[in-house]
């Protein structure tokens, strides 16, 4: 399968599957044996994504009325060739040809002649459509209105700089196995091995590459000695501040990126419980925690369901790392954009509220609740702990002086792109010791 194809078939996949990219993506890549054309597929998919509002807008105004719902492969044909005409230094000729030849094989005669009338026009008027779609701030900072709309109510001073965030190509972030060794060792592998690399400053194990490369690629990787993980949340470890002998449980483990660097910086835990209600996920936090030689005990449960698997033994700190939007990972998973909508954000929110209540019980008196997202909704951050510390007089938000984040009524929000990590909230709660 050459990248162009496979690209449209991950689409159609997202578009009218509903599914996520990271689901359809690597499915298709395996049919593509070219690691170049792999390449382009990638870049295609999540340049489509990225950029997608602001490409439905321009194939608005290029179509005399809109396709319908089954000729979505059609329409993501005529999408990734906009992006291509865009976005892309791939020669504009090539981008309309392949189009129309993707048309042409997808068993719909009247395909072909639409497909290249429309990028035609393009490319004839491309100055002037592309100044009319401007005109709406959605299209214009390609994201979903109802998005664009809570970001700026939220962020009145910052939406301009949020949005450019989620719309550029995330940094390759590293976090150094510190039981095998330390990040400038690292950094000195990483050179001999040609590759460039910085060191965080708010990560003492995190460094940032200067070019993405495939992880097998890494000094390494096979046998422990790194993981991928973003700067941001590398912080949650740190935060939580494990001791030795305690008790503690990542609520919601998977994929384990969390759980394993809470192993790396305390070795000597009574138990770490890796909980996660999917299976599949669960297993993706094994796979980690055995590359890395590194042990906790897993349970498939929902954490929000305690009396299901919890044997009623107190946690002394738990790392609540909650379901939530995304909104602070866009740049990693453009396909939000599409996917997530604004009703989800009630729904969620209600989710960690239960949540919280049942991490709550199973925290013990004097122990410590770090409270997570990925998103800079204050519905899911601040005002979900706000809400929370209202309902329970023996909890205390403590106080995060760092030097990174905008400090909160409770909690500290991480924006996309501050140092180059993703956007990230943390809040971390103290349970009063019984009077």
């Not at 042990?295 to 919890?310: F, I, K, Q, R």
């Not at 979900?384 to 905008?406: E, K, M, N, T, Y």
Request: charged share 25%; net charge neutral; with cysteine.
């Amino acid at each position: 399968m050459d990248a162009r194809s496979a690209a449209i078939t991950a689409l159609v996949g997202v578009f009218a599957d509903g599914r996520s990219l990271s689901a359809c993506l690597p499915l298709v890549l395996k049919q593509v044996e070219d690691p170049r054309e792999r390449a382009l597929a990638q870049d295609l998919c999540y340049g489509v994504l990225r950029w997608w509002p602001r490409l439905e807008a321009v194939a608005a105004v290029l179509m005399r009325k809109p396709l319908k719902g089954r000729d979505t492969d059609l329409h993501c044909v005529i999408l990734a060739a906009l992006y291509q005409l865009i976005y892309t230094r791939i020669p504009s000729h090539a981008a309309v040809d392949e189009a129309v030849n993707l048309a042409s094989g997808l068993g719909k005669p009247w395909a072909r002649g639409l497909v290249n009338a429309v990028l035609r026009r393009f490319q004839r008027e491309q100055e002037a459509v592309l100044e009319q779609v401007d005109r709406d701030q959605a299209a214009a900072h390609a994201h979903p209105r109802w998005l664009l709309d809570r970001i700026r109510a939220a962020w009145p001073d910052d939406w301009r700089r949020i949005a450019q965030g989620n719309n550029e190509r995330p940094p390759m972030c590293l976090r150094v196995n510190r039981r095998r060794g330390g990040r400038d060792e690292y950094l000195r592998e990483l050179a001999a091995a040609g590759m460039v690399a910085a060191g965080h400053p708010h990560g003492a194990e995190a460094l940032v590459l200067e070019q993405p490369t495939d992880v097998e690629r890494l000094p390494g990787f096979s046998s422990g000695r790194v993981s991928v993980q973003d700067a941001a949340a590398q912080l949650a470890a740190g935060l939580l501040a494990a001791r030795p002998g305690e008790r503690i449980l990542d609520a919601c483990a998977a994929p384990g990126g969390k759980t394993a660097h809470i192993l790396e910086l305390q070795p000597e835990l009574e138990i770490l419980i890796a909980l996660d209600r999917d299976a599949a996920r669960l297993q993706r936090v094994r796979d980690n925690l055995d590359r890395l030689d590194l042990a906790a005990t897993l349970v498939c449960a929902d954490a929000g369901a305690p009396a299901e698997w919890w044997d009623g033994r107190s946690f002394d700190r738990i790392l609540l790392d909650a379901p939530c939007s995304g909104s602070g990972v866009i740049r990693r998973h453009p396909d939000i954009k599409r996917l997530r909508r604004e009703a989800d954000i009630t729904v969620l929110a209600t989710q960690q509220e239960r949540l919280l209540e049942a991490a709550w019980g199973m925290l013990k008196a004097g122990g410590v609740l770090l409270y997570s997202t990925c998103s800079i909704i204050p519905e899911e951050n601040d005002g979900q702990i706000a809400r929370f510390l209202a309902r329970h007089s023996d909890a205390v938000a403590r106080r995060l002086d760092a030097p990174w984040g905008i400090g909160l009524y409770a909690g500290r929000q991480i924006l996309p792109g501050e140092d180059g990590m993703d956007g990230f909230y943390y809040a971390c709660l103290d349970k009063l010791p019984h009077a």
